[in-house]
């Protein structure tokens, strides 16, 4: 690991001759040489994919919800370096009239802007993680108020964190529940909890303030001082999650029967980890319930990256084309994750969707998550709600611009997107513009 640069001198710089004496090595050479690559047409798995055709002739869903977040964390440069995270998240609101006039190979500028200003919606924020906080206020603490502040975002009036409370109070039902208990910021060997429907209140143990976002967990990942990046993360995700139930939670409340023709489509899978996993359960049992309504709420994650999306680049090549593989708990283990069958079934305690491979034609293939309501560790199609009309709809949202793409998911990334250059650069001018030492 090489010196890194300071306020007086450079950093170290890698050795440009260093690996010629890699290169020179008996043993490299006769490793290397034993190596080989697998045949293209090789079997990846010691286990059968059963791949099914997918069900088609549904009538596609006419009104369409996508969601997307971006976070860039930023550096001051001056000694003691600050850091903060801008995140920003958007929700798109499209139906299939407006999609149909898109270009779906070279989509008009004006006609991307036109939508992304008439059905779209954003929130930003910014969290100090280092060396900034509030003043008179620990970063921990600055932290905890700038998160519950953030989803009472006046310019969504407040409706992400009504949603949170809809989700975790089970409000769905009109039946008044217990909100799962947590473990308080101020003394963490205790329990904490709030009574029905309230935002704030008091530790009984301590007495210190409880916000309703404390129960999610933020602080489990922080010092009285420092927060790390992965803080502004799990907040990208957690209002991510929240923007798109706040949809659903709005018609739900005014007039349910119109989800029977939404679509909510979110970015990544449907999954929520760690101690943000508490709102797993209540998200289950409201689709298990809304099922028992007779309502059928449509929602799907898709996956850009990692371990799965990895797997099915690699085996949808002899999948037939219009076909699904709903992977089971054993497949998953010993196929993706490469780990032994015992212990818990996967995604247990953090999925609210089951994974399901879909190779919609030789250039369309992704992977998707669908609810299942109670979970099931080895889910059939029938167990996935809405999965009829959903992957009826799909094939009039794609896109030909990228690999798998869906045009609400490409549209939400164009509103919610910060990258790395040069919008980087400004938040940190703007960032150091604040600088008060």
Same mark, same amino acid.
């Given at each position: 690991m090489p010196y890194q640069s300071g306020s007086r001198l450079p950093g170290e710089k890698a050795s440009k001759l260093g690996h010629l004496e890699v290169l020179k090595s008996?043993?490299?050479?006769?490793?290397?040489?034993?190596?080989?690559?697998?045949?293209?047409?090789?079997?990846?798995?010691?286990?059968e994919l059963i791949w099914q055709p997918y069900p088609t002739g549904y009538e596609p869903l006419p009104i369409i919800f996508?969601?997307?977040?971006?976070?860039?964390?930023?550096?001051?440069?001056?000694?003691?370096?600050?850091?903060?995270?801008?995140?920003?998240?958007?929700?798109l609101r499209l139906d299939q009239q407006a999609l149909a006039k898109i270009d779906k190979n070279n989509p008009h500028p004006f006609a991307l802007k036109k939508i992304m200003t008439d059905a779209a919606l954003y929130h930003a924020t910014v969290l100090p993680l280092k060396n900034v906080r509030v003043p008179g206020v620990s970063v921990l603490d600055s932290v905890?108020?700038?998160?519950?502040?953030?989803?009472?975002?006046?310019?969504?009036?407040?409706?992400?964190l009504e949603t949170l409370k809809w989700l975790v109070y089970e409000?769905?039902?009109?039946?008044?529940?217990?909100?799962?208990?947590?473990k308080c910021p101020h003394c963490p060997s205790q329990a904490a909890s709030l009574p029905y429907g309230a935002e704030k209140g008091n530790c009984t143990s301590c007495g210190g303030e409880l916000l309703i976002t404390d129960m999610l967990g933020f602080h489990q990942d922080m010092a009285e001082e420092f927060a790390p990046e992965t803080v502004g993360t799990s907040y990208m995700l957690i209002h991510e999650t929240m923007l798109l139930f706040t949809g659903i939670r709005l018609y739900w409340e005014s007039n349910r029967e119109?989800?029977?023709?939404? *679509?909510?489509?979110?970015d990544g899978p449907l999954s929520i980890r760690a101690q943000y996993s508490? !709102?797993?359960?209540?998200? %289950?049992? $409201?689709?298990?319930?809304?099922?028992?309504?007779?309502?059928?709420?449509?929602?799907?994650?898709?996956?850009?990256?990692?371990?799965?999306?990895?797997?099915?680049?690699?085996?949808?090549?002899n999948a037939p084309i219009g076909s699904i593989f709903i992977p089971g708990d054993k497949f998953i283990k010993e196929e993706v994750q490469h780990r032994p069958e015992d212990g818990a079934a996967y995604g247990v305690d953090t999925n609210y969707g089951s994974k399901i491979f879909m190779k919609i034609?030789?250039?369309?293939?992704?992977? *998707?998550s669908i609810p299942t309501g109670t979970f099931k560790p080895n889910p059939t199609?029938?167990? !996935?709600?809405?999965?009829? %009309?959903? $992957?009826?709809?799909?094939?009039?949202?794609?896109?030909?611009?990228?690999?798998?793409?869906?045009?609400?998911?490409?549209?939400a990334n164009g509103v919610a997107s910060l990258s790395t250059y040069p919008s980087a650069r400004i938040l940190q001018i703007f960032a150091d513009s604040f600088d008060k030492g």
């Open positions: 008996e043993l490299v050479n006769k490793l290397c040489s034993n190596f080989e690559l697998p045949a293209k047409d090789e079997d990846i798995t010691s286990q996508g969601v997307d977040g971006s976070i860039q964390t930023v550096k001051g440069d001056s000694v003691p370096r600050k850091e903060m995270s801008f995140i920003k998240t958007a929700l905890r108020e700038v998160i519950f502040e953030s989803m009472k975002d006046d310019s969504l009036n407040g409706e992400p409000k769905w039902d009109g039946q008044e529940k217990a909100i799962p208990p947590f119109i989800l029977n023709d939404c *679509l909510f489509i979110k508490k !709102l797993v359960a209540p998200i %289950r049992r $409201f689709f298990a319930f809304a099922k028992s309504e007779g309502i059928t709420v449509h929602l799907m994650g898709q996956e850009k990256t990692g371990r799965f999306v990895d797997f099915l680049d690699v085996s949808y090549r034609d030789d250039y369309h293939h992704m992977v *998707l199609l029938d167990d !996935l709600i809405g999965a009829d %009309r959903i $992957f009826s709809t799909l094939p009039t949202i794609l896109s030909s611009r990228f690999e798998g793409a869906l045009l609400p998911i490409e549209l």
